[in-house]
């Protein structure tokens, strides 16, 4: 056994996608399976494909390769807004992304264009976190030059909250969101394929039956992954917390140093400060690069032992993209 590894349970991610897809179906939302905080590991996309998602996307174009490569089948959506130098993998790779300059959705439409392809775009519309999106008043030009551009199929808008000031979404940013899908449909003169609500954040209003009508889609990651919302960092009682496990080795274990431990865990591995031991005699003190030094007042657990933690997506995105981890499937 190498450590530290993270033990990943494909079949508990499938079963919190199936529950998000269950809750989607009932207020007719189709849920986007997103693999950003695992590198786009095709495993991880296979099962939440398994539980029912309707696509899948990613923040990178290396991840979305990772995908494409494995032969998953399904459309595939970029997350971030595409760099200009990117465009042409963009295409080719991503089935849609998220796009906010209409010079980048021309070049989009260019490069979909020289290779036969058609490129689907989502205006993002920006209603509160301060993050990308266009404000609504710049939604019904952008809407013009996603119609005309060659290449490209102008599908619908979309908007992310809570990333960047952690604000929850609410009635009003959503309400934005539904009035920038009204405008966008009259100034084209037909109804949007889509309205994309935002990430986990929103899993409280859509069991709720809070979001608009208008609204037919939800881009979740954290919620299938870790069971997780993150409005208030709540567990979704119907979904499982730890398909994700990631298990480190004590390194020093001494008498007469007061229940310290360290364990071979630190900064290149994961971030350390979301680290949950499902164990809880232990407490976290403090990680450096290589080390993660930890308290433990009860029995005290020797050198060669294991510790196991329940990551944070911080902890969890880290650990799936650094190199030190091993990656266990089961
Ligand atoms: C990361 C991301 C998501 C998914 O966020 P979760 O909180 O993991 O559900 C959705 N949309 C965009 C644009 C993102 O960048």
Known sequence: MKYPRIIIDLSKIEANAR???????????NIIGVTKACLGAPEVGRAMLAGGVAGLSDSRVSNLRRLRSAGLPGQLMLLRLPMLSEVDDVVELADASLNTSPDVIERLGQAAAV??????????VETGDAREGVTPAGVAPLAVAAEMADGVDFLGVGTNVACLTGCPPSAVNL????EAAHVAAETIGRPLAVVSGGNSSAWRLLREGGLPEEVNE??????ILLGRETAEGTHIPEMLEDAFLLEAEIIESLPGRNGHHIAALGLQDTAVDDLIPLDPGWQVVKGSSDHLVLRRDTDPSPIGSTIVFRPGYQSLLRAMTSPFVEKHYV
């Open 19 to 29: 529950v998000a897809v269950e809750a989607g179906r009932e207020h007719s939302i």
């Open 115 to 124: 290779t036969g392809r058609r490129h689907g775009v989502i205006i993002m």
């Open 175 to 178: 309400e934005l969101l539904a």
């Open 218 to 223: 939800l881009r979740l990651g954290e919620a």
